[in-house]
């Protein structure tokens, strides 16, 4: 079945930092990929997408590429901010159409 | 401009108790979906509809039942509640073209 799996957190960068979270994933055909934020207390909210191979979706200074031949979607940002601590999920939605998520990374930025 | 609305926020349960949690959504989304979340488990698929009328099991369904009698809704029932049904539940709907699940903001179960 379809799996994503992230990096190990919890990861804790000072502010402006360079950030990366890695996710790779295992699906049939050709899934849809996201990035979802959760902030304490909250339920979570899109991020970015990617639909197809190559895509690059970005938001709030936030990327990540879609490469279909090392099946990763790795989310970065070039200069992290006090407010962008949270847990960041990165998931998919295969062929039942449905989110399928990774175990979520915790950040952490220090100010 | 509600989105997706979720109650209760919270809930303590006794062990055997019944309850349903209530979701519903204004976007006219074909696609709704319950989530549970546990520490370092990401997010788990319980039901999930794919319209009214149609519903089909996640990954970890026991315990729970779920129905989709209008486009609206979608409501979550444990009949017997059990201690391992301690966790944050999330519902998502999203519109045919999968530009994305919007998410309600949770309901958060205690089962004692």
């Known amino acids: 079945g379809d799996s994503v799996t992230q990096m190990e957190g919890p990861v804790t960068l000072s502010e402006e930092a360079f950030l990366t979270i890695n996710c790779t994933y295992t699906a049939t055909g050709y899934p849809s990929l996201f990035w979802y934020v959760q902030y304490p207390g909250e339920g979570l909210q899109l991020l970015l997408k990617?639909?197809?191979?190559?895509d690059k979706g970005s938001n709030k200074g936030f990327e990540a590429t879609y490469r279909k031949e090392t099946t990763s979607f790795h989310l970065e940002k070039g200069s992290v901010q006090v407010s962008d601590s949270a847990v960041y999920f990165c998931a998919l939605t295969g062929s039942a159409r449905q989110l399928t998520f990774g175990s979520g990374t915790q950040l952490t930025v220090l100010p | 401009n509600a989105g997706v609305t979720q109650t209760p926020k919270f809930q303590v349960l006794k062990t055997g108790q019944s309850m349903t949690l209530q979701c519903a959504q204004d976007m006219n989304h074909e696609y709704m979906s319950w989530y549970r979340q546990d520490p370092g488990m990401g997010l788990r698929l319980i039901h999930y509809s794919v319209g009214a009328g149609i519903t089909d099991q996640g990954e970890v369904p026991n315990g729970y039942n779920v129905s989709r009698s209008t486009t609206e809704d979608f409501p979550l029932r444990l009949l017997s509640a059990a201690p391992s049904q301690t966790s944050v539940y999330f519902c998502a709907s999203s519109s045919r073209q999968l530009y994305g699940y919007t998410f309600g903001s949770g309901t958060r179960l205690t089962v004692v």
């Open positions: 990617a639909t197809k191979a190559d």
